[in-house]
Each structure stands twice: as C-alpha cells, then as structure tokens.
C-alpha cells in the first residue's frame, strides 16, 4: 500500500522554526501497531493520521512511543494539509477525536484558528526531587491534565536545563508532561512564555505544544486579567502561539509551513 506523507512544521512563519509534525491522510485505518512504528520511524513529536467521518474526519495522534489523547500542533498542520494540499474548499474543518470534536476555521489572514476545550489547572502539593530535575525552584506548582511550575521570570525558563531521567522518574508514574512557565513584564511582545518537557512520552522536550496552551491560557487569562494572549513557547527552535479564552474553550491560531511531501510503502 503506497501512502502519502507531508512534514509541515507548525506554529511557524517559516520551515526550520514551529513544531515539525508528520501528516499521513489515510481512507481507512492501519493497525495501531503500524501506526505506531510509522510514528516512531518518523521520529518526530507527533505524527497525526486521519481518515473521513461525517462530514470531516477522525484524527489521532502518536508520539515515537506512545499515542496521545490530544495534541494541538499536528492539529494545525493536518488542517494545513487538507485546506492546502487535498483541496477541502469550505472554512472550517471539524476533527472527531476521542469522544470530542475540534474544529480548525482558516482566516482571512492566512492564519488557522483551532478551537479547542480549557483545562484550567489547580494547586498541587510539592513533589519530591522535582527542584532537583528542573535545576530551578518554581514558586508555584499545578496540577491537571500535565504538572505546571510557574516561575518569577522569563529567564529562568530559558535557562533551565531538565535532568530529563529524573524528570521522566516524576511525570512518568502520573502520565503528564511538565510545563515551565513564566510572564513577561508589562509592555514585552509576549505576555507570557514557557517550555514543555514530556520524557515518559518519548519526547525530553517539544519545541511548540499547541494541547499545552489549553492549560497555559485559562490561568494566565485569570493572572494577567486579559482574555486575549501573545505567548511564545522558547524551545531552541520557538514558535509562537495567540490565544484566547472564550468561556471554557480555548482558541489558538498560528501558521504553518511546508517542509517536505512524499510517498512511502507499508
């Protein structure tokens, strides 16, 4: 069977900065043991596959070693292909996964707008060794769908350097990824950035994390009192991500661009 594959690198104006995600369109399913080693062939954060349901498609989402739940960046770049490469004409794209759905609405500025669910983030206890794993000592630390350590300022986020083991030793047990995060002072381009490090998934860390601004939002809309958000995820590579938070949904637009299509066998 001769499939068809396009890298796109998304959260990007152009190709070497975002987050690069493997894109397969499939008509129907391969197994999921095809699926993840195609994942880990690939060898990048994400690879996404989706096939038509309804009247969109279903979409998944697999890092080299594990499929995930949600995941906002091969969100992105899967619409990116279907509006620029497979020729879908209407403006909005609606992805079931799971048991929800998401919708990705292409704007009139180029930019695509995806709407995704708030996960709003409560207090948790400290953790033992996790100053320890991160190299810095975050002032506050939440819990929900990942661990969030808020830090005083935005160099401390660029500068940590993770012991990605003892990372991995923390989060793993607990299933989530660890977001570092800070706000930028008054008047800054940005008003807030961060860092995502998901080792027990496969991936020490993820230069753009689209599914991580569902957390990232609702508390720094509440923080900063604004509901309309420029964040910069500072990975060596760095994208940028907007953000706003409309009830209990979060809406993040960015741009994409190609790097490479192509075909391959399984």
Known sequence: MELHLFQVDAFADTVFEGNPAAIVPLKEWLSV???????????????????????????????????????????????HVLFTHLGWEKPEIKFQYGDGELTVTKQADGMLEMDFP???MRPTVKLDGLD??????PI????????????EHPQQ??????????????????????????????????????????PAHGINEDPVT???????TPYW??????NTLKARQISKRGGTVLCELRGDRVFLRGKCADYLKGTFTV
């Open 33 to 79: 043991e095809t699926m993840q080693a195609l994942a880990a062939e690939n060898n990048l954060a994400e690879t996404a596959f989706f096939v038509p349901e309804g009247e969109g498609f279903r979409l998944r989402w697999f890092t080299p070693t594990v499929e995930v739940a949600l995941c906002g960046h091969a969100t992105l770049a899967a619409a």
């Open 118 to 120: 708030a996960r709003p």
């Open 132 to 137: 320890e794993a991160l190299g810095d000592k």
């Open 140 to 151: 506050i630390l939440l819990k929900g769908v990942n661990l969030m350590a808020v830090f």
């Open 157 to 198: 986020i660029a500068d940590l350097s993770p012991n990605v083991y003892k990372l991995a030793q923390i989060t793993g047990p607990m299933d989530v990824g660890l977001i570092a995060t800070a706000a930028c002072s008054e008047g800054a381009e940005f008003d807030f950035v961060s860092r995502f490090f998901a």
């Open 210 to 216: 689209g599914s991580a601004h569902c957390d990232l």
């Open 221 to 226: 809309a509440k923080r900063l009192k604004k």
